[in-house]
């Protein structure tokens, strides 16, 4: 898989989760991804402060990274 390749998966992964981040006043970007296995994101407006939000990287976002790019193995948020 090209690098260009791997940047839509995780976008479409982004896209299919930004709806229930921004219902709650959030949302995400994409920042990069390294060596095809380390995506970093961004978790922006309500997101910065929730409590709740390590929570929902991991079982939310990084779940669904995978689903679409299953070679990922690691999530963080900047």
């Known amino acids: 898989m090209t690098d260009q390749e791997l ?32 995506v970093t994101v961004q978790l922006q407006g309500a997101c910065v402060g929730c409590s709740v939000n390590q929570m929902t990287l991991k079982s939310g976002v990084e779940m669904t990274i995978k689903k679409y790019a299953p070679q990922i193995e690691n999530v963080i948020n900047i």
């Open 7 to 38: 940047i839509t998966k995780v976008e479409a992964a982004l896209e299919e989760i930004r709806p229930f981040l921004q219902s709650d006043g959030g949302d995400i970007s994409l920042i990069s991804i390294e060596e095809g296995k380390k």
